[in-house]
């Protein structure tokens, strides 16, 4: 967005509803972007007023998504873990997403928010913990669609997410190969996009 667009979007932004001229059917993608990011107090009051009914639904999610992905940007992580077993070449990589946090509702509302089944518990308590601390945890495709919802708004974990797009596309994760176990290639992909998301870190 340029920067006369985003200064208007901003001024926008500041706006009371009843005094608001331009509805945000007219608004591009970016300018809905930037209202969301920004979380204006009056972004999803204005989403109702002035979007035509058809769009409200969508605006909102994209809202809830946008502050979803600013919780996880800040709280989050995203890894490949080593899966051990007994076969093959004795380990595996799966997808895990997962963030912790010391309010157990704002956990709920993120997994309301992004619409994918998760794990939450509570981890062990420790002397240097002043609160209970929570976990919520993401594996494998669950975990793979929680990025691609979130990762339009992602900014310091973005290119973590794109790495992981790259092991879903090149790596073939959930493929099984047979007895003669992954390729020697396929694994050499695998390993590249396990270093890489810890060059990341």
């Not at 899966?83 to 509702?105: H, S, T, Y």
């Not at 793979?144 to 290119?159: E, W």
């Not at 007895?179 to 396990?194: D, L, N, Q, T, Y």
Request: proline share 4%.
């Amino acid at each position: 967005m340029s920067h006369q667009r985003k200064n208007n979007t901003h001024a926008i932004c500041r706006r009371k509803p009843a005094k608001l001229k331009r509805t945000l059917a007219t608004f591009n993608h970016d300018e809905l972007k930037y209202l969301a990011w920004n979380k204006s107090p009056l972004a999803a009051e204005l989403v109702r007023q002035y979007l035509p009914k058809r769009y409200v639904q969508i605006v909102l999610k994209l809202l809830d998504l946008s502050n979803a992905a600013g919780l996880f940007d800040g709280e989050g992580s995203i890894t490949l873990a080593k899966a051990f077993r007994d076969c093959g070449n004795g380990f595996n990589f799966r997808l895990r997403v997962q963030i912790p946090q010391n309010c157990l509702e704002t956990l709920r509302t993120f997994q309301e928010r992004v619409g994918e089944s998760g794990r939450l518990g509570r981890l062990k308590h420790r002397d240097s913990y002043t609160r209970p601390i929570h976990l919520l945890v993401y594996d494998g495709a669950h975990a793979y669609n929680v990025l691609k919802k979130l990762r339009p708004f992602l900014v310091r974990k973005a290119d973590e997410a794109d790495v992981v797009f790259s092991y879903f596309d090149t790596a073939h994760p959930g493929r099984h190969f047979g007895p003669g176990g992954v390729p020697s290639e396929i694994w050499e992909i695998r390993e590249r996009c396990h270093q890489a998301l810890g060059c990341l870190k």
